[in-house]
């Protein structure tokens, strides 16, 4: 029987206008949920909810906040394979993918648990006598928390986490093709304990939410609002933010550039390149957009990394493949438009392009019933193509040629996204002068542009985001707001910069 899902509010399903339907990518004639879907007024209406409870959960002791983190990572350790097996089936991710993308979740509680006995604040000298100076981390109060659902639980969990760690309550609004793995880790989160409206979960359509959290924030419901999607949407999501006088954090899209210096370990570069390119369908936000490779090794990488793709496996998410469909039928009208900017001056390396189906099969797999997609590889590429310029979300990556480090650190930068970066290379100089001048958030040494750990900062700049960062201790600067307080014990008003002790040095004073 279909799961029949529907938003939770304050501990309580709360109603729906419509229905949507998610799918299975691999099977697209399977139904995965049957989600009720709400519009703005019940949105808005959960950031009041949450507003509410907020006040409460600030007053719980972090430590004690801390056993709640603890105890969502041990529920979500219990119920990995199941949540794995539920994220498969609706995103088509394979299950090793699946499954690490939900250890990722586990490693984030793990760390924040401990954050629950730290939360530092400081105590900072005065420059005046017998008074003390401090600082506390507050909550910020409710965060609304928007998420893609190519990482349908771990990204979501990188904002969950620390917010509700900190003190803040959360409305999540989930992607609609994820909802169901969405629902599930919900569910995971209010077995530990959370206490009712502390976590909300809103399934809407982008539309509803936009008008949703214009009204809370019209209505000051919200302090944090948490974006993780394209870069067109942040954009609009960061202006209506912005005209509240509040700053998202900003996860967006990415166009990450692998650079290959002639001095790289070639094998080494072209096992990156398959998986940072074609691992989840190039559906992640660090996947490899443009492989710039030096001009005295394209010949030899490209025939290699050729040769690669030709022989990966796609197919069936639930067995061991390099990748499965795309995510949902919108994604792959979406990369049919991409292939469209394919131009007469390329070439195509990898073999056949498009769906895969029983007239364009791929080794003996047809890819009926499912969304899957020839990899491929364009070589050619010039810096004023749009295949070159634009994220391609999909399984398409581009190669073109440098000749100095400088100029490859300009093509990397030419799009303007800024998230994920690496280079292939065996001197240390060249990877430092890279990390230097790369515009990226992170860069990678021998390293494909994917494969975050939970507790490095991860976030992007430009087109990729506006700076902000999540995971480890920098993302609490996100949940929290420094509040300073000064204590003057001295029973007389002290004036700063004025009633402070001067001692007079003798500045003529010289060494003979
Ligand atoms: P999207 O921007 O279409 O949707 C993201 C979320 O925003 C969904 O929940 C959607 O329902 C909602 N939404 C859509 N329109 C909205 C609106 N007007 N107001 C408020 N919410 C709205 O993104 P997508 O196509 O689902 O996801 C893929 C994109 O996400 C890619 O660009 C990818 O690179 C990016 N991404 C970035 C990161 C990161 O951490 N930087 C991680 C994962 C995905």
Sequence with gaps: MTRQIVSVVGGKDAASASTYQSTNPARISEVVASVGMADADTFAAACRTAKEAQREWAKVPAPVRGRVIASIGRLVEANAESLARLVTEEIGKPYAEALGEVREIVDTCDFFLGEGRRLYGQTVPSEMPDKNLFTFRNPVGVAAVITAGNFPVAVPSWYLVPALLCGNAVVWKPAEYAAASGHALYRLFAAAGLPDGVLNVVFADGAETFRGLERALEEGTVQKVGFTGSSEVGRKVGELTGRHLQSACLELGGKNPMVIMPDADLDLAVEGALFSGFGTAGQRCTSLGTVIVHESVHDEFLGRFAAAVREARIGDPGQEVLAGPLLDQKFADRYEEYLTWIQPHHQVVSGETGRITPDSPRQDFTGEGGLFYHPVVVDGVRP???????????????????????????????????????????????????????????????NSTSGAEAHLPFGGNGKSGNGSRQSGMWVLDQFTRWQAMNWDHSGRLQKAQMDVADITPDLDFRLP
């Design 384 to 446: 004023d193509d749009r295949l070159f310029l634009e994220e391609t979300f999909g399984p398409i990556v581009g190669v073109t040629t440098f000749r100095t480090l400088d100029e490859a650190i300009e093509l990397a930068n030419l799009p303007g996204y800024g998230l994920s970066s690496s280079i292939y290379t065996t001197d240390a100089r060249n990877a430092f002068r890279f990390r230097e001048g790369v515009s990226a958030g992170m860069v990678s040494v021998n």
